[in-house]
Each structure stands twice: as C-alpha cells, then as structure tokens.
C-alpha cells in the first residue's frame, strides 16, 4: 500500500509516522510468508496499539480510502461519518484523539478482512494462519461496536480451541456455561450447547457493521465450502463456521 497518513496536530508527531510504516512493513512480510503466524502476531499488536494509543491524531487515509471504496461510501472528508455509519450515533462524545483512534482501529480492521486477507485466502487457501487472523478481525469488529454503545461484551461462553476444531459431531463446544439438550428418540446421549447471555443486543445486531460483517462472513463460509474447494480447505473453513455460530453468535 502507498500514500502517507494525513497530519494534524500532534502530542507525538512521529508515532503515526512510525505506525503506518510499520503496518506497511509487516503487510509486506506476510505477503512473503503467509504461513507463518508470527507475522499476524505483529500486525495485531500493532492494530490493537492503534486502538489504545490516544496520542494519535491523524488519520491513516489509505487505509480509510479503500474502506470508503468498498461500503460505496462518499468520501466528503468528515472522518467521524464513517463510525456514525457503520455504528450509529454514540451516547457521549469521545475526545479528538480518541475519535482517531477508534476510525483508525476499524479501517485497520475492515481492510484487512476485505481486502488484504481475502486477497490472500483466495491465493493461498489452505492455510491456517489467515483463518485465526480472520477470528482476530472479526471478533475485534465486534467488540468494537459493543464498547463503542457502552455495553458489556461477551462470547458466547469459554470455548476450548480443540472442541472448536474435533472433526466429531458431538459435544462441538466444551464450556463451563453450558445447555443440555436431549435428542429428539430418548438415547442416552445428548448434545451440548453453550448458554446465550442476555444482553441488549438490538443496538448491535442491527447496526450496519454488524450486519456488514455477517453477511461477509456468511459469503466467505459458503465460497469455501463448495465442491471445488480442496479438503483441507473445506476443514479450515468449517472449523471457522463452527467458531462463527458457537462463539461469536452468527446463525
């Protein structure tokens, strides 16, 4: 990716500077050796720095470009528009750095799961690694919009990463939070579910991040797990789809 981020005034003035080239860098190492996860382990810690630094003050505009291009947004230069979209009007208002933190945040991330890592799960299908980094982006998307509406965020329930990731039907998700359901001819065996939270979840499931992020996810899943695909394709991707529903909540 080219192009600079646009300056504003500046507690900090190189630490945007020294940000962006860093996230340049590492989309350039992953493309180099895409199997290998300590590379997405940078990026993370990298995008999570830009949610929490509160001294950055300017805005990374060619991530925030490509994300405008793919909503078919109008870019009319108000950067605040594009969380009033995606996640509607916020209760209190945020400070000006925390403002740019936030659009930063979520550019990172949306970039990422449109453009830079579906550029590569496409090319490189079979590999893991950009399946855990697809997890990290689209439970980051969702935490984001709960914070950002002031409501406590939950997974569904504490899952264990192998449960998610057995090839045997049963008892998919392990969880101390967990349902009982008996099977509909009276066997002795049964089927575990995970227990839902209560939470006001209107103001979440239908703001158009979230419904933007569904419907992805659900295209992604159903791309991957069509007759072309190969088999260990078609694994990753279930695992994924098993992860989407049990914990992240998506039907």
Known sequence: MTGASKKMASHNPNISDILYSELNYSQEWIN????EHVGYHYRQYLIKFVEQHKN?????????????KQLNLINDGE????????????NKPRLLEETYSCINFISLL????FIFIDKLNKLFPEHESLFYH??????????????????????RSKVIES????INNKNIVNSDVIVTVKSSNNDSESNQWPKLYKV???????CNLYKIVSNSEKHFVSENLNNSCTIVQIEFT????KWMKYVIGFE
């Open 110 to 113: 949306l970039y990422d799961l």
């Open 79 to 90: 950067y605040i528009n594009i969380l009033v979209y995606l996640l509607g009007k916020q």
């Open 200 to 206: 006001p979840l209107y103001k979440i499931e239908t």
């Open 238 to 241: 279930k695992r994924y789809q």
């Open 32 to 35: 180099c050796h895409v199997s």
């Open 56 to 68: 950055i003050v300017s805005v990374f505009e060619s991530y925030y470009n490509f994300v405008i």
């Open 163 to 166: 449960s998610i990731n057995t």
């Open 134 to 155: 697809r997890r990290f982006l689209v439970y980051h998307l969702l935490k984001l919009a709960y914070e950002y509406h002031s409501i406590e965020f939950h997974i």
